[in-house]
């Protein structure tokens, strides 16, 4: 690939750029295209969504890109709200139609990849409807507990997506076993429920009759 390709890293979380596992985990993908001497560039979608400016000028890097990287949160088996919105945008105005190239990153709280089936199935979709190629995508669970096994496993996909070729399934060991992940989540509802002077009415069932 030339020095003129350009990448663009999509953040789709509110936690936003340097702060959320969205753009952690993008940020490994763009620096291994970086390193493959593609221009990049990252925006966050919810900084985007907050002005006419913004959202333009966000619109018009878009246009300037051949390969785009989606990285966000799964929010109920789906997409946050601003990006599900952007993502109207971008089909209504036909931005990157026939020239841009999509790889998405999907990650959810919840140990099973899988969690992530429907919300790919809903970028893919997206894809299309944007007339952008679909280079693929990968959708990873409690990503934010792992750090050196996922950036082992996305770091290569950059091959693939530079070359604009279909980018290959990362292997990756689940996050954690199920019943560590229970155990986990179990001490944390017991010290958010001390925290708030709840712990009593852990197991209430107020809409019982
Ligand atoms: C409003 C909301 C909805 C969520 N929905 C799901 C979900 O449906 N399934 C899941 O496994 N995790 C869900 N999560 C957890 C996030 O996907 C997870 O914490 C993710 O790692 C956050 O990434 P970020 O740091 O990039 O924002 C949800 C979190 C929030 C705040």
């Known amino acids: 690939m030339t020095a003129e390709k350009r990448a663009l890293l999509l953040v789709g979380s509110p936690r936003g750029i340097?702060?959320?596992t969205s753009d952690r985990l993008g940020s490994i993908v763009l620096d291994a295209l970086k390193s493959r001497d593609v221009d990049t560039e990252k925006l966050h979608v919810h900084a985007a969504m907050?002005?006419?400016?913004a959202l333009e000028s966000a619109l018009a890097a878009i246009?300037?890109?051949?390969?785009?990287?989606?990285?966000l949160p799964l929010y109920v088996d789906s997409f946050?709200?601003?990006v599900i919105a952007f993502l109207e945008r971008i089909v209504q105005q036909r931005i990157g139609a026939g020239r841009a190239r999509v790889f998405v990153i999907i990650q959810c709280g919840f140990p099973e990849k899988e969690q992530n089936a429907t919300a790919l199935a809903i970028a893919e979709r997206f894809a299309a409807?944007?007339?952008w190629s679909w280079l693929g995508g990968v959708g990873l669970g409690a990503a934010e507990w792992q750090h050196k096994d996922v950036a082992l496993a996305l770091a290569p996909l950059a091959e693939a997506i530079a070359n604009g070729t279909a980018v290959p399934?990362?292997?990756l060991r689940r996050a954690m076993p199920?019943?560590?992940y229970r155990f986990g989540g179990n001490v944390m509802w017991r010290l958010a429920a001390r925290k708030h002077h709840a712990t009593r009415s852990l197991r209430a069932r107020p809409y019982d009759s």
């Open 18 to 20: 340097g702060h959320s």
């Open 50 to 53: 907050d002005s006419p400016t």
């Open 63 to 71: 246009g300037a890109a051949d390969t785009v990287i989606l990285s």
């Open 80 to 82: 946050p709200a601003p």
């Open 129 to 131: 409807e944007a007339g």
């Open 169 to 171: 399934q990362p292997v």
């Open 178 to 180: 199920a019943w560590l």
